[in-house]
Protein backbone atom coordinates (compact mmCIF):
# COMPACT_ATOMS: atom_id res chain seq x y z
CA UNK A 1 0.00 0.00 0.00
CA UNK A 2 1.19 3.67 -0.93
CA UNK A 3 0.90 6.68 0.98
CA UNK A 4 -0.50 9.56 -1.17
CA UNK A 5 1.79 12.47 -1.20
CA UNK A 6 -0.28 15.37 -2.92
CA UNK A 7 -2.46 16.50 0.02
CA UNK A 8 -0.01 18.27 2.08
CA UNK A 9 -0.59 17.92 6.02
CA UNK A 10 1.73 19.14 8.33
CA UNK A 11 4.03 16.65 10.71
CA UNK A 12 2.38 17.29 13.42
CA UNK A 13 -1.68 16.42 12.61
CA UNK A 14 -0.11 13.22 10.77
CA UNK A 15 0.60 12.16 14.70
CA UNK A 16 -2.66 12.83 15.71
CA UNK A 17 -4.37 9.63 16.90
CA UNK A 18 -7.48 8.33 14.35
CA UNK A 19 -10.13 6.86 16.15
CA UNK A 20 -12.84 4.61 13.86
CA UNK A 21 -15.33 2.83 15.47
CA UNK A 22 -16.56 -0.06 13.05
CA UNK A 23 -14.72 -2.70 11.12
CA UNK A 24 -17.69 -3.07 8.24
CA UNK A 25 -16.55 -1.28 5.18
CA UNK A 26 -16.95 1.66 6.26
CA UNK A 27 -14.38 1.62 8.48
CA UNK A 28 -11.74 -0.09 6.41
CA UNK A 29 -12.10 2.52 3.89
CA UNK A 30 -11.81 5.16 6.26
CA UNK A 31 -8.74 3.61 7.83
CA UNK A 32 -7.37 3.01 4.53
CA UNK A 33 -7.78 6.64 3.29
CA UNK A 34 -6.58 8.49 6.58
CA UNK A 35 -3.53 5.60 6.05
CA UNK A 36 -2.89 7.22 2.32
CA UNK A 37 -3.07 10.71 3.59
CA UNK A 38 0.27 9.82 6.06
CA UNK A 39 -1.35 9.18 9.10
CA UNK A 40 0.40 7.09 11.86
CA UNK A 41 -1.53 6.44 14.56
CA UNK A 42 -4.99 4.77 13.40
CA UNK A 43 -7.23 2.68 15.29
CA UNK A 44 -9.75 0.90 14.52
CA UNK A 45 -12.43 -0.10 17.62
CA UNK A 46 -14.39 -2.74 16.58
CA UNK A 47 -17.31 -5.06 18.15
CA UNK A 48 -16.14 -8.04 15.16
CA UNK A 49 -16.61 -8.12 11.21
CA UNK A 50 -19.38 -6.23 9.10
CA UNK A 51 -22.26 -7.50 7.15
CA UNK A 52 -20.04 -8.63 4.52
CA UNK A 53 -19.08 -12.22 5.18
CA UNK A 54 -18.93 -15.35 3.07
CA UNK A 55 -19.00 -19.28 3.74
CA UNK A 56 -16.72 -21.25 1.25
CA UNK A 57 -18.63 -24.67 1.59
CA UNK A 58 -18.58 -27.77 -0.68
CA UNK A 59 -21.14 -26.40 -2.97
CA UNK A 60 -19.16 -23.14 -4.19
CA UNK A 61 -19.21 -19.67 -2.53
CA UNK A 62 -22.00 -18.66 -0.68
CA UNK A 63 -22.73 -14.78 0.63
CA UNK A 64 -23.70 -14.15 3.65
CA UNK A 65 -24.66 -10.55 2.59
CA UNK A 66 -23.63 -8.88 -0.34
CA UNK A 67 -23.05 -10.40 -3.52
CA UNK A 68 -21.52 -7.91 -5.55
CA UNK A 69 -20.20 -4.33 -5.84
CA UNK A 70 -20.99 -1.55 -8.19
CA UNK A 71 -17.95 -0.53 -9.85
CA UNK A 72 -16.56 2.88 -9.39
CA UNK A 73 -13.42 4.71 -10.16
CA UNK A 74 -12.71 4.56 -6.90
CA UNK A 75 -13.33 0.72 -6.56
CA UNK A 76 -11.24 0.06 -9.68
CA UNK A 77 -8.29 2.20 -7.38
CA UNK A 78 -9.05 0.77 -4.52
CA UNK A 79 -8.88 -3.23 -6.31
CA UNK A 80 -5.82 -2.16 -7.75
CA UNK A 81 -3.94 -0.73 -5.08
CA UNK A 82 -4.41 -3.75 -3.26
CA UNK A 83 -3.96 -6.18 -6.05
CA UNK A 84 -6.81 -7.59 -5.96
CA UNK A 85 -8.66 -9.48 -8.81
CA UNK A 86 -11.95 -9.17 -9.50
CA UNK A 87 -14.50 -10.69 -11.65
CA UNK A 88 -17.58 -9.25 -13.59
CA UNK A 89 -20.78 -11.18 -13.91
CA UNK A 90 -21.26 -13.07 -16.46
CA UNK A 91 -23.69 -11.45 -19.45
CA UNK A 92 -26.80 -12.55 -17.95
CA UNK A 93 -26.16 -10.32 -14.90
CA UNK A 94 -28.13 -7.87 -17.67
CA UNK A 95 -31.15 -9.77 -17.45
CA UNK A 96 -33.06 -8.67 -14.57
CA UNK A 97 -36.64 -9.70 -13.79
CA UNK A 98 -39.79 -8.35 -12.12
CA UNK A 99 -42.52 -10.42 -10.87
CA UNK A 100 -45.72 -8.99 -13.16
CA UNK A 101 -48.96 -10.77 -14.35
CA UNK A 102 -48.04 -14.30 -12.80
CA UNK A 103 -44.58 -14.59 -14.40
CA UNK A 104 -40.73 -13.17 -14.39
CA UNK A 105 -41.10 -10.47 -17.28
CA UNK A 106 -38.03 -8.76 -17.94
CA UNK A 107 -37.28 -5.24 -17.05
CA UNK A 108 -34.31 -2.90 -17.13
CA UNK A 109 -33.87 -2.86 -13.26
CA UNK A 110 -30.49 -1.18 -12.98
CA UNK A 111 -32.25 1.84 -10.53
CA UNK A 112 -30.72 4.24 -13.05
CA UNK A 113 -32.38 2.70 -16.15
CA UNK A 114 -35.59 2.02 -14.36
CA UNK A 115 -35.50 5.77 -14.30
CA UNK A 116 -34.44 6.62 -17.26
CA UNK A 117 -37.48 4.30 -19.11
CA UNK A 118 -40.64 6.08 -17.15
CA UNK A 119 -41.10 8.04 -20.60
CA UNK A 120 -42.42 10.80 -18.44
CA UNK A 121 -39.01 11.44 -16.83
CA UNK A 122 -37.29 10.96 -20.15
CA UNK A 123 -39.49 14.26 -20.71
CA UNK A 124 -38.17 16.11 -17.95
CA UNK A 125 -34.61 15.98 -17.98
CA UNK A 126 -33.24 14.84 -14.56
CA UNK A 127 -31.23 18.46 -14.63
CA UNK A 128 -34.79 19.99 -14.55
CA UNK A 129 -35.41 21.93 -11.39
CA UNK A 130 -38.89 20.64 -10.72
CA UNK A 131 -37.52 17.20 -10.54
CA UNK A 132 -35.32 17.70 -7.71
CA UNK A 133 -36.60 16.19 -4.67
CA UNK A 134 -38.05 18.66 -1.69
CA UNK A 135 -37.00 18.78 2.04
CA UNK A 136 -39.11 16.22 3.33
CA UNK A 137 -40.89 14.98 1.13
CA UNK A 138 -41.65 10.83 0.37
CA UNK A 139 -40.86 9.19 -2.44
CA UNK A 140 -44.79 8.80 -2.95
CA UNK A 141 -45.11 12.47 -2.69
CA UNK A 142 -42.01 12.75 -4.81
CA UNK A 143 -43.56 10.29 -7.85
CA UNK A 144 -46.77 11.64 -7.63
CA UNK A 145 -45.74 15.28 -8.40
CA UNK A 146 -42.87 14.11 -10.98
CA UNK A 147 -44.13 10.75 -12.72
CA UNK A 148 -47.77 11.12 -12.91
CA UNK A 149 -49.09 7.61 -13.96
CA UNK A 150 -49.90 4.74 -12.42
CA UNK A 151 -48.23 2.42 -14.12
CA UNK A 152 -44.96 4.11 -13.92
CA UNK A 153 -45.10 4.70 -10.49
CA UNK A 154 -45.83 1.21 -9.93
CA UNK A 155 -42.65 0.33 -11.87
CA UNK A 156 -40.56 2.82 -10.34
CA UNK A 157 -41.63 1.69 -7.38
CA UNK A 158 -40.91 -2.00 -7.47
CA UNK A 159 -37.32 -1.05 -8.42
CA UNK A 160 -36.93 1.22 -5.68
CA UNK A 161 -38.28 -1.03 -3.39
CA UNK A 162 -35.07 -3.86 -4.48
CA UNK A 163 -32.80 -1.35 -3.48
CA UNK A 164 -34.17 0.74 -0.48
CA UNK A 165 -36.78 -2.11 1.07
CA UNK A 166 -40.18 -2.16 1.89
CA UNK A 167 -42.18 1.32 2.07
CA UNK A 168 -41.84 4.04 -0.37
CA UNK A 169 -45.23 5.95 1.29
CA UNK A 170 -42.26 6.23 4.02
CA UNK A 171 -39.09 6.70 2.45
CA UNK A 172 -37.62 10.30 2.07
CA UNK A 173 -36.97 11.06 -1.83
CA UNK A 174 -34.35 13.54 -0.98
CA UNK A 175 -32.30 10.71 0.80
CA UNK A 176 -32.78 8.25 -2.07
CA UNK A 177 -32.87 10.02 -4.97
CA UNK A 178 -30.49 13.06 -4.34
CA UNK A 179 -27.68 11.34 -5.96
CA UNK A 180 -29.49 11.18 -9.07
CA UNK A 181 -29.21 14.77 -9.18
CA UNK A 182 -25.59 15.35 -8.00
CA UNK A 183 -22.61 15.80 -10.81
CA UNK A 184 -20.61 12.50 -10.19
CA UNK A 185 -17.88 10.88 -12.40
CA UNK A 186 -20.32 8.12 -13.64
CA UNK A 187 -17.77 4.98 -14.35
CA UNK A 188 -19.91 2.11 -13.43
CA UNK A 189 -18.56 -0.96 -15.37
CA UNK A 190 -21.20 -3.23 -13.49
CA UNK A 191 -20.91 -5.26 -11.19
CA UNK A 192 -18.04 -7.03 -9.51
CA UNK A 193 -17.19 -9.66 -7.27
CA UNK A 194 -14.34 -12.11 -5.99
CA UNK A 195 -13.37 -15.55 -6.67
CA UNK A 196 -13.83 -16.34 -3.15
CA UNK A 197 -16.28 -14.18 -2.55
CA UNK A 198 -17.27 -10.98 -1.17
CA UNK A 199 -15.55 -11.94 2.12
CA UNK A 200 -12.48 -12.59 0.88
CA UNK A 201 -11.97 -8.83 -0.44
CA UNK A 202 -12.50 -7.76 3.52
CA UNK A 203 -9.97 -10.07 4.44
CA UNK A 204 -7.47 -8.92 2.37
CA UNK A 205 -8.39 -5.17 3.36
CA UNK A 206 -8.11 -5.98 7.06
CA UNK A 207 -4.52 -7.77 6.43
CA UNK A 208 -3.37 -4.97 4.27
CA UNK A 209 -4.38 -2.44 7.13
CA UNK A 210 -2.56 -4.51 10.03
CA UNK A 211 0.24 -5.01 7.99
CA UNK A 212 0.24 -1.04 7.10
CA UNK A 213 -0.21 -0.66 11.37
CA UNK A 214 -3.39 0.19 11.50
CA UNK A 215 -4.30 -0.93 15.49
CA UNK A 216 -6.96 -3.24 15.57
CA UNK A 217 -9.00 -3.27 18.82
CA UNK A 218 -12.01 -5.74 20.41
CA UNK A 219 -13.66 -3.82 22.49
CA UNK A 220 -16.44 -4.70 24.59
CA UNK A 221 -19.21 -1.84 24.37
CA UNK A 222 -19.22 -0.75 27.68
CA UNK A 223 -15.62 -0.23 27.28
CA UNK A 224 -15.63 2.16 24.37
CA UNK A 225 -15.20 5.99 25.36
CA UNK A 226 -14.07 8.71 23.30
CA UNK A 227 -10.82 9.66 22.83
CA UNK A 228 -10.85 13.10 23.36
CA UNK A 229 -6.93 13.44 21.56
CA UNK A 230 -7.16 12.99 18.20
CA UNK A 231 -10.04 12.34 15.52
CA UNK A 232 -13.07 10.01 16.12
CA UNK A 233 -15.29 8.62 13.31
CA UNK A 234 -18.11 7.08 13.56
CA UNK A 235 -18.54 3.80 11.43
CA UNK A 236 -21.20 1.68 13.36
CA UNK A 237 -24.46 0.95 12.72
CA UNK A 238 -26.52 3.92 13.71
CA UNK A 239 -28.65 1.80 16.30
CA UNK A 240 -25.44 0.80 17.80
CA UNK A 241 -23.14 4.23 17.55
CA UNK A 242 -21.60 4.21 20.94
CA UNK A 243 -23.00 5.31 24.34
CA UNK A 244 -20.43 8.17 24.73
CA UNK A 245 -22.04 10.20 21.87
CA UNK A 246 -24.53 12.79 22.71
CA UNK A 247 -26.48 12.23 19.72
CA UNK A 248 -29.40 9.81 20.19
CA UNK A 249 -29.83 7.69 16.88
CA UNK A 250 -31.30 4.56 18.50
CA UNK A 251 -34.61 5.99 17.34
CA UNK A 252 -33.60 5.55 13.59
CA UNK A 253 -35.51 2.38 11.86
CA UNK A 254 -33.67 -0.11 10.57
CA UNK A 255 -35.42 -3.25 8.76
CA UNK A 256 -34.51 -7.02 8.91
CA UNK A 257 -33.27 -9.03 6.50
CA UNK A 258 -33.05 -13.16 5.84
CA UNK A 259 -31.62 -14.31 3.03
CA UNK A 260 -31.32 -18.33 2.41
CA UNK A 261 -28.90 -19.95 -0.74
CA UNK A 262 -30.51 -23.04 -1.70
CA UNK A 263 -28.34 -25.04 -4.32
CA UNK A 264 -30.80 -27.04 -6.40
CA UNK A 265 -30.35 -29.92 -9.46
CA UNK A 266 -29.84 -27.81 -12.61
CA UNK A 267 -33.43 -29.83 -13.92
CA UNK A 268 -35.13 -27.99 -11.00
CA UNK A 269 -34.05 -24.30 -11.55
CA UNK A 270 -36.10 -21.16 -11.91
CA UNK A 271 -37.48 -21.19 -15.60
CA UNK A 272 -35.28 -18.21 -16.41
CA UNK A 273 -31.97 -17.46 -16.31
CA UNK A 274 -29.85 -14.34 -15.28
CA UNK A 275 -29.60 -11.49 -12.19
CA UNK A 276 -32.82 -12.53 -10.70
CA UNK A 277 -36.19 -11.22 -9.87
CA UNK A 278 -38.03 -8.99 -7.70
CA UNK A 279 -41.68 -9.71 -6.27
CA UNK A 280 -43.91 -7.22 -5.17
CA UNK A 281 -45.75 -7.23 -1.91
CA UNK A 282 -46.64 -10.52 -0.97
CA UNK A 283 -47.54 -12.24 1.97
CA UNK A 284 -44.94 -14.45 2.36
CA UNK A 285 -42.78 -11.75 2.52
CA UNK A 286 -40.16 -12.71 -0.39
CA UNK A 287 -38.94 -9.68 -1.83
CA UNK A 288 -36.43 -11.18 -4.58
CA UNK A 289 -34.21 -13.73 -5.60
CA UNK A 290 -30.73 -13.85 -6.93
CA UNK A 291 -29.41 -16.25 -9.55
CA UNK A 292 -26.21 -16.69 -8.31
CA UNK A 293 -24.86 -19.64 -10.37
CA UNK A 294 -25.88 -17.59 -13.23
CA UNK A 295 -23.72 -14.81 -12.82
CA UNK A 296 -20.23 -16.16 -11.36
CA UNK A 297 -19.08 -20.02 -12.52
CA UNK A 298 -17.80 -20.82 -8.92
CA UNK A 299 -21.59 -20.79 -7.00
CA UNK A 300 -22.37 -24.01 -7.71
CA UNK A 301 -20.81 -27.52 -8.57
CA UNK A 302 -21.29 -28.77 -12.38
CA UNK A 303 -25.40 -30.02 -12.75
CA UNK A 304 -26.29 -28.35 -9.69
CA UNK A 305 -27.59 -24.33 -9.47
CA UNK A 306 -27.25 -21.96 -6.75
CA UNK A 307 -30.23 -19.37 -5.84
CA UNK A 308 -30.34 -16.66 -3.12
CA UNK A 309 -33.62 -16.07 -1.54
CA UNK A 310 -34.60 -12.51 0.18
CA UNK A 311 -36.73 -12.23 2.36
CA UNK A 312 -38.44 -9.89 5.25
CA UNK A 313 -36.10 -10.74 8.39
CA UNK A 314 -39.77 -10.06 10.93
CA UNK A 315 -41.20 -13.13 9.19
CA UNK A 316 -38.10 -15.34 8.69
CA UNK A 317 -36.07 -15.29 11.65
CA UNK A 318 -34.58 -19.09 11.84
CA UNK A 319 -34.27 -21.39 8.70
CA UNK A 320 -37.17 -23.64 10.21
CA UNK A 321 -39.75 -21.12 9.20
CA UNK A 322 -38.71 -21.14 5.45
CA UNK A 323 -41.25 -23.43 4.46
CA UNK A 324 -43.89 -20.95 2.67
CA UNK A 325 -40.55 -19.40 1.02
CA UNK A 326 -40.21 -22.92 -0.75
CA UNK A 327 -44.30 -22.89 -1.40
CA UNK A 328 -43.92 -19.66 -3.30
CA UNK A 329 -41.30 -21.12 -4.99
CA UNK A 330 -42.89 -23.48 -6.46
CA UNK A 331 -46.63 -22.48 -7.15
CA UNK A 332 -45.47 -19.27 -8.58
CA UNK A 333 -42.75 -20.97 -10.94
CA UNK A 334 -44.24 -24.32 -11.34
CA UNK A 335 -40.76 -26.16 -10.36
CA UNK A 336 -39.73 -28.51 -7.53
CA UNK A 337 -38.36 -26.83 -4.61
CA UNK A 338 -36.34 -30.29 -3.32
CA UNK A 339 -33.04 -29.09 -2.65
CA UNK A 340 -29.66 -30.83 -1.02
CA UNK A 341 -28.37 -27.87 0.88
CA UNK A 342 -29.72 -24.67 2.04
CA UNK A 343 -27.81 -21.85 4.18
CA UNK A 344 -29.71 -19.49 6.37
CA UNK A 345 -28.87 -16.13 7.18
CA UNK A 346 -31.02 -13.74 9.44
CA UNK A 347 -29.87 -10.15 9.85
CA UNK A 348 -31.44 -8.48 13.03
CA UNK A 349 -31.47 -4.42 11.71
CA UNK A 350 -29.87 -4.86 8.31
CA UNK A 351 -30.92 -1.84 6.63
CA UNK A 352 -31.61 1.55 8.15
CA UNK A 353 -35.15 2.68 6.21
CA UNK A 354 -34.07 5.78 4.40
CA UNK A 355 -37.19 7.33 5.85
CA UNK A 356 -38.05 11.39 6.12
CA UNK A 357 -37.46 10.66 10.20
CA UNK A 358 -33.74 9.46 9.08
CA UNK A 359 -33.43 12.77 6.92
CA UNK A 360 -34.74 15.03 9.83
CA UNK A 361 -32.00 13.17 12.47
CA UNK A 362 -29.10 13.76 9.67
CA UNK A 363 -30.06 17.36 9.83
CA UNK A 364 -30.37 17.76 13.62
CA UNK A 365 -27.23 16.01 14.38
CA UNK A 366 -25.37 17.86 16.88
CA UNK A 367 -21.87 18.74 15.88
CA UNK A 368 -19.44 17.81 18.14
CA UNK A 369 -16.25 19.16 18.45
CA UNK A 370 -14.06 16.22 17.09
CA UNK A 371 -16.36 13.22 16.30
CA UNK A 372 -17.66 12.49 12.65
CA UNK A 373 -20.20 9.75 11.30
CA UNK A 374 -19.76 7.59 8.21
CA UNK A 375 -21.60 4.77 6.84
CA UNK A 376 -24.85 3.30 5.48
CA UNK A 377 -27.30 5.27 7.28
CA UNK A 378 -25.58 8.75 6.90
CA UNK A 379 -27.26 8.91 2.74
CA UNK A 380 -24.52 6.21 1.14
CA UNK A 381 -26.31 3.37 -0.20
CA UNK A 382 -24.13 0.55 -1.21
CA UNK A 383 -20.72 -0.70 -0.87
CA UNK A 384 -19.59 1.46 -3.96
CA UNK A 385 -20.77 4.47 -3.00
CA UNK A 386 -19.21 3.80 0.53
CA UNK A 387 -15.80 3.38 -0.94
CA UNK A 388 -16.49 6.40 -3.96
CA UNK A 389 -17.41 9.00 -0.99
CA UNK A 390 -14.74 7.87 1.75
CA UNK A 391 -11.47 10.21 0.38
CA UNK A 392 -13.44 12.95 -0.19
CA UNK A 393 -15.29 12.74 3.46
CA UNK A 394 -11.65 11.89 5.30
CA UNK A 395 -10.54 15.25 3.56
CA UNK A 396 -13.59 16.97 4.98
CA UNK A 397 -12.50 16.07 8.09
CA UNK A 398 -9.13 17.60 7.80
CA UNK A 399 -10.55 20.86 6.50
CA UNK A 400 -12.99 20.82 9.27
CA UNK A 401 -10.25 20.53 11.92
CA UNK A 402 -8.21 22.71 10.14
CA UNK A 403 -10.82 25.49 10.17
CA UNK A 404 -11.26 25.06 14.27
CA UNK A 405 -7.69 25.50 14.67
C1 LIG B 1 -28.31 -9.06 3.17
C2 LIG B 1 -27.59 -7.85 2.63
C3 LIG B 1 -27.29 -7.79 1.27
C4 LIG B 1 -26.62 -6.68 0.76
N1 LIG B 1 -26.29 -6.66 -0.58
C5 LIG B 1 -25.53 -5.66 -1.05
C6 LIG B 1 -24.99 -5.73 -2.38
O1 LIG B 1 -25.14 -6.71 -3.11
N2 LIG B 1 -24.23 -4.67 -2.81
C7 LIG B 1 -24.01 -3.57 -2.02
O2 LIG B 1 -23.35 -2.64 -2.48
N3 LIG B 1 -24.48 -3.51 -0.76
C8 LIG B 1 -25.21 -4.53 -0.24
N4 LIG B 1 -25.63 -4.49 1.05
C9 LIG B 1 -25.35 -3.30 1.86
C10 LIG B 1 -23.90 -3.25 2.31
O3 LIG B 1 -23.40 -4.56 2.54
C11 LIG B 1 -23.82 -2.43 3.59
O4 LIG B 1 -24.41 -1.16 3.36
C12 LIG B 1 -22.38 -2.19 4.00
O5 LIG B 1 -21.64 -3.39 4.00
C13 LIG B 1 -22.40 -1.55 5.38
O6 LIG B 1 -21.08 -1.42 5.82
P1 LIG B 1 -20.76 -0.66 7.17
O7 LIG B 1 -19.32 -0.77 7.39
O8 LIG B 1 -21.33 0.72 7.10
O9 LIG B 1 -21.60 -1.41 8.31
P2 LIG B 1 -21.44 -2.93 8.90
O10 LIG B 1 -20.94 -3.86 7.87
O11 LIG B 1 -22.72 -3.16 9.56
O12 LIG B 1 -20.29 -2.77 9.99
C14 LIG B 1 -20.53 -2.16 11.24
C15 LIG B 1 -19.32 -2.38 12.15
O13 LIG B 1 -19.57 -1.70 13.39
C16 LIG B 1 -19.16 -2.55 14.47
N5 LIG B 1 -19.86 -2.08 15.67
C17 LIG B 1 -21.18 -2.15 15.96
N6 LIG B 1 -21.41 -1.53 17.14
C18 LIG B 1 -20.23 -1.06 17.59
C19 LIG B 1 -19.81 -0.31 18.73
N7 LIG B 1 -20.68 0.11 19.64
N8 LIG B 1 -18.52 0.03 18.85
C20 LIG B 1 -17.61 -0.35 17.92
N9 LIG B 1 -17.94 -1.06 16.82
C21 LIG B 1 -19.22 -1.40 16.66
C22 LIG B 1 -19.53 -3.94 13.97
O14 LIG B 1 -18.83 -4.92 14.74
C23 LIG B 1 -19.04 -3.84 12.53
O15 LIG B 1 -17.64 -4.04 12.47
C24 LIG B 1 -26.27 -5.60 1.61
C25 LIG B 1 -26.55 -5.67 2.98
C26 LIG B 1 -27.19 -6.79 3.50
C27 LIG B 1 -27.47 -6.86 4.98
Given amino acids: MKHNTSVSISKNSLRLPIHIYG ?143 PNTGDLSASLCLSSLFEKREEASKGSISFKKGMGSFIKVLENELSLSGVKFHNIDKDEVQNQKNGISVICTPAHSVPSFIKNDFSKIDYHSISIVTYIHKEEDRLPFKGFGCLFDDNEEGVLGVILNSDLFDNRALKGSISETWILKGDIYKDEYSLGPVEKFRSDKFKVSSSYSQRYFKHWDKAFPVYSIALERSLKDIKKESNIYFFGNWTGRIGIGRLIEESPKFVREILRDMSNKR
Wanted: proline share 2%.
Fill in 23 to 165: SGISGLVTAYNFYKLGFLDINIHTRGRGVIQSLLTEDGVVELAANSILQNTEVTNLLNEFEIEYEYYSSLGKKKYIFFGEKAVRWPLSFLETFKSVPSLIKLSLKSQKMRPKEFETIDEWSKRTIGSLLSERLFKIGLKGIYG
